[in-house]
T-cell receptor, first 111, second 113 residues
């Protein structure tokens, strides 16, 4: 089966610019996650969707980050405006029953 | 905040040796999972152990869980150069069907040929 797809793979922007990431989960997976992984650390959950509803966004910096999953399938994560500390790999994952399947991630560099 | 803490932070061994990584966590869990991440790539699920299990095997992997000590260990036997990666433990303490994972900082394993 096809895995979790993410694009772009790499993005370089200047601070205060905006950026958007896209994720297409494994077909049939109702749960979708966005994680932020800063260099040298483990992934940190930003937001969790169940179908098109938000289950947990307690660690999402809502003043600058937003995410949507309008049709309950693919999802976008947006940062506006970006800060230097947003430089990280943004991982998308999907799951059906507990085990999460991760995409390759988008490496964001904010200069 | 990160729930799990892996130990050691880095481990370097020779091919054929065994590698043991430890994970400690703070709050009660439903299950604990181990993931592998190769350089510049996404995470790959290795094994899940439930809170009522003490040991689980999968190929060359052996995971133990001690809920009284809030700790887990991952043993990779007969290591190979291809095992070089970062290994993360992740705890699921959410209950219900939310399956929310909290990851540790990881152990960087280097297997020298």
């Amino acid at each position: 089966e096809a895995g979790v797809a993410q694009s772009p793979r790499y993005k370089i922007i200047e601070k205060r610019q905006s950026v958007a990431f896209w994720c297409n989960p494994i077909s049939g997976h109702a749960t979708l996650y966005w994680y932020q992984q800063i260099l040298g650390q483990g992934p940190k959950l930003l937001i969790q969707f169940q179908n098109n509803g938000v289950v947990d966004d307690s660690q999402l910096p809502k003043d600058r980050f937003s995410a949507e999953r309008l049709k309950g399938v693919d999802s976008t994560l947006k940062i506006q405006p970006a800060k230097l500390e947003d430089s990280a790999v943004y991982l998308c994952a999907s799951s059906l029953y507990g085990e999460q399947y991760f995409g390759p991630g988008t490496r964001l560099t904010v200069t | 905040s990160q729930q799990g803490e892996e130990d050691p932070q880095a481990l370097s061994i020779q091919e054929g040796e065994n590698a043991t990584m430890n994970c400690s966590y703070k709050t009660s869990i439903n299950n604990l999972q181990w993931y592998r991440q190769n350089s510049g790539r996404g995470l790959v699920h290795l094994i899940l152990i439930r809170s009522n299990e003490r040991e689980k095997h999968s190929g060359r992997l052996r995971v133990t869980l001690d809920t009284s000590k809030k700790s887990s260990s991952l043993l990779i036997t007969a290591s190979r150069a291809a095992d070089t990666a970062s290994y993360f433990c992740a705890t699921d303490g959410s209950g219900g069907s939310n399956y929310k994972l909290t990851f540790g900082k990881g152990t960087l394993l280097t297997v020298n040929p």
